[in-house]
């Protein structure tokens, strides 16, 4: 086999149509490009071709650094977004033009983040096998979902958001946008956590839900008020469970249970997987709450060039993360959104 390798400022004409039976949510083009264009990520679109036709794809966002220099992630904010390939061969060749992207750039390092691959990492590259994600399959319908759901737990609160009244629906306009990012503001600083900048929820999802890619499920009380929101990336073939976020006076009803059991019907409906995210084994609570919603656990990969480095190889329960979590949560609400400038630097 005789591949062409070449970089590309921007996604080549045939880019969706390749990756829309062989990748994930991630590696549309419209996430890749929009996200670097909320961010200001500098994006680097690889190929390898076999003939004219392509045979490999990877998309590298340019993430810059507090004090050292960028790193290359494929891809920012994206939990399994590695190369798409017909075949080893042409995997390897992207991720060849990685590492020389990476030495010619003067990057402090290549991240590639994917589902756990079959066989070695390539040339170069070392593996980490921190994250797990936990993946709920359609199988079956909503009766078998339901019936992996922990009956003590989450089966109990959604009964419950059920008998309290809590309606959810799907977010029509830019003011239910706006009204989610105001809990994120608040969920994220009790995670210790900056949240996303605003544009990334007024202009970057919205646009996402106008083209089919997102939807914020949003769950009120009986007097109306917003108590929760999950906010979900929708593939072709999974869906994602990207953030949740609610009011901390209104959780007595169990407004989470409800938006998150609507969005996962939904996903059952439409035969597709619903992914609960990633966690790290560390991070017992967050495994434990994915596993009562019925997630099963499937292996994350993240390879490094030259060497592993970088906040997903840190430990979530010690040390400097948690640290900055503590800190973090003892800041006035105003300083962390001021803070929301920082959440470009965590890609």
């Given amino acids: 086999m005789s591949l062409l390798v070449e970089r590309r400022p921007d996604a080549p004409p045939d880019w969706d149509g390749f990756v829309r039976d062989r990748g994930l949510f991630?590696?549309?083009?419209?996430?890749?490009?929009?996200?670097?264009?909320?961010?200001?990520?500098?994006?680097?679109?690889?190929?390898?071709r076999d003939g004219g036709a392509l045979a490999g794809v990877l998309a590298l966002a340019e993430v810059p650094g507090l004090v050292r220099a960028h790193r290359l992630v494929s891809f920012p904010f994206s939990y399994a977004s590695g190369p798409v390939a017909t075949d080893r061969d042409a995997m390897l060749a992207v991720l060849q033009a990685a590492r020389d992207l990476g030495g010619e750039r003067?990057?402090?390092?290549?991240?590639?983040?994917?589902?756990?691959?079959?066989?070695?990492p390539a040339p170069g590259?070392?593996?980490?096998?921190?994250y797990a994600t936990y993946r709920v399959p359609p199988e079956g319908g909503e009766d078998a979902i339901w019936n992996r759901l922990n009956a003590d737990s989450t089966r109990r609160g959604i009964r419950k958001a059920e008998k309290a009244g809590v309606k959810v629906m799907r977010a029509a306009g830019a003011e239910d946008w706006e009204a989610f990012a105001?809990?994120?503001?608040?969920?994220?600083?009790?995670?210790?956590?900056?949240?996303?900048?605003?544009?990334?929820?007024?202009?970057?999802?919205?646009?996402?839900?106008?083209?089919?890619?997102?939807?914020?499920?949003?769950?009120?009380?009986?007097?109306?008020?917003?108590?929760?929101?999950?906010?979900?990336?929708k593939g072709r073939r999974e869906w994602i469970y990207a953030f949740n976020a609610s009011n901390p006076?209104?959780?007595?009803?169990?407004?989470?249970?409800?938006?998150?059991?609507?969005?996962?019907?939904?996903?059952?409906?439409?035969?597709?997987?619903?992914?609960?995210?990633?966690?790290?084994?560390?991070?017992?609570?967050?495994?434990?709450?994915?596993?009562?919603?019925?997630?099963?656990?499937?292996?994350?990969?993240?390879?490094?060039?030259?060497?592993?480095?970088?906040?997903?190889?840190?430990?979530?329960?010690?040390?400097?993360?948690?640290?900055?979590?503590?800190?973090?949560?003892?800041?006035?609400?105003?300083?962390t959104r001021f803070g929301a400038r920082l959440y470009r630097y965590l890609g």
């Avoid at 003067?106 to 070695?120: F, H």
């Avoid at 990334?200 to 769950?219: H, N």
């Fill in 26 to 48: 991630y590696h549309s083009s419209r996430w890749i490009a929009g996200l670097g264009a909320c961010f200001g990520y500098p994006v680097h679109w690889l190929t390898a």
């Fill in 106 to 120: 003067r990057s402090s390092r290549v991240e590639i983040k994917q589902l756990s691959p079959a066989g070695d």
């Fill in 125 to 130: 590259f070392v593996r980490a096998n921190r």
């Fill in 182 to 233: 105001g809990l994120e503001d608040v969920t994220a600083r009790e995670h210790g956590l900056p949240a996303p900048p605003r544009n990334f929820f007024l202009e970057f999802c919205p646009r996402l839900q106008a083209e089919g890619l997102a939807d914020l499920y949003l769950a009120r009380v009986n007097d109306g008020r917003l108590a929760a929101g999950v906010v979900v990336w």
């Fill in 249 to 335: 006076v209104l959780l007595a009803d169990r407004p989470n249970h409800a938006a998150l059991w609507h969005a996962m019907r939904e996903a059952a409906v439409a035969g597709a997987v619903f992914d609960l995210g990633r966690a790290a084994p560390e991070q017992t609570g967050l495994v434990e709450y994915k596993l009562r919603w019925g997630g099963q656990a499937v292996p994350l990969a993240y390879d490094y060039w030259p060497a592993p480095q970088g906040l997903n190889i840190s430990r979530r329960d010690g040390g400097t993360l948690a640290a900055a979590a503590r800190l973090w949560r003892l800041l006035p609400l105003p300083v």
